[in-house]
């Protein structure tokens, strides 16, 4: 037992753990437990990249069949404009596999952007239940015509409305515990100019 516990001692004091070692001489995606100390000097802000594609409520089959076309993100932003002042609000967060469910379905197709969710289709759990790996339908499974692309898709219904955000001035070592320790896919990055509206506190 001491001669394990003292071997393992001095492989870890110059080696990293043997799991970590496969996935990065395999070259897969892997995000390290702990920030790097440099993070901390850095705002989320400072490492984010365009450009951010984003859906509106209502949006044409025709732009999301495009945008999924030239893109590989999982996740997309539903915004919408205020007619006040023209500011663009969060509405929630559309998984590419949903938007591939509801072009797939057509069920949800209206012909005009009329305000009544989902074009009066109905779906249930199991029409969006994650499939087995590899199993999933691609957008060049699709089949749409020429008319249907110019039709609509009202994606509120559909939408995540509480997706996790976090503000463009917080700190990326934060952000990195934040989306590692809640196990996170998609994590959304708003604009620190906003109203505050509530404060969740601790009594204690």
């Known amino acids: 037992m001491l001669v394990l516990l003292i071997s393992k001692t001095v492989a870890d004091a110059f080696n990293g753990n043997i799991y970590d070692l496969i996935m990065k001489a395999k070259g897969l995606p892997y995000l390290e437990a702990h920030a790097e100390p440099y ?5 989320v802000a400072d490492v984010l990249s365009g450009p951010l594609w984003t859906f509106h409520g209502v949006e044409k089959v025709g732009t999301i069949i495009h945008v999924l076309r030239i893109t590989r993100h999982n996740g997309f932003p539903i915004v919408d404009e205020r007619s006040e002042d023209d500011s663009r609000v969060l509405s929630g967060l559309i998984l590419r596999a949903h938007l591939i469910v509801l072009l797939k379905r057509k069920d949800a197709f209206m012909s005009t952007p009329v305000e009544r969710g989902g074009g009066g ?12 790996s590899g199993n999933g339908d691609t957008i060049d499974d699709l089949q749409i015509s020429a008319e249907e692309m110019e039709m609509y898709v009202d994606l509120r219904p559909f939408t995540n409305a509480s997706p996790y955000t976090v503000v463009e001035t917080m700190s990326l070592a934060k952000a990195l ?14 604009p620190k100019i906003s109203n505050v509206s509530s404060l969740f506190s601790c009594l204690i």
Request: hydrophobic share 55%; net charge positive.
């Open 39 to 43: 993070m901390r000097q850095l705002t």
């Open 121 to 132: 289709a109905e779906f249930s759990a199991a029409d969006f239940a994650k499939r087995g």
């Open 177 to 190: 515990v934040l989306f590692r320790q809640l196990g996170l896919r998609h994590l959304l990055v708003i």
